[in-house]
Nanobody, 116 residues
Framework: QVQVVESGGGLAQPGESLRLSCAAS????????MAWYRQTPGKRRELVAS???????NYTDSVKGRFIISGANAKNTVALQMNSLKPEDTAIYYC??????????WGQGIQVFVSS
């Protein structure tokens, strides 16, 4: 059974950087895509960045030029490098993995808090 484990996050001041990591374990199947979403209270979960198995990336406009999503050296891992953080980046960040089209799993979420 596939498990999704996130790490990283925490507290940062505006302008600082944080790095999130996500690993999908329990399968030999290479994920079709992996992505990071975020959610704040009262708002819908939104896509932050995604990475396909073919290396195609996609970013929401508010993080373009600041965040970088990349596949780590190990299979089925993805990292989100968050630079120039802003208070509005504060949210719970969720990793979503897609083993095959139409099937996905979520991580439990990890808190990112940006404040001076």
């Amino acid at each position: 059974q596939v498990q999704v484990v996130e790490s990283g996050g925490g507290l940062a001041q505006p302008g600082e950087s944080l790095r999130l990591s996500c690993a999908a374990s329990g399968t030999t199947l290479e994920m079709n895509s992996m992505a990071w979403y975020r959610q704040t209270p009262g708002k819908r979960r939104e896509l932050v960045a995604s990475l396909t198995r073919g290396g195609i990336t996609n970013y929401t406009d508010s993080v373009k030029g600041r965040f970088i999503i990349s596949g780590a050296n190990a299979k089925n891992t993805v990292a989100l490098q968050m630079n120039s953080l802003k208070p509005e980046d504060t949210a719970i960040y969720y990793c979503r993995v897609v083993p095959k089209p139409g099937s996905w799993l979520w991580g439990q979420g990890i808190q990112v808090f940006v404040s001076s």
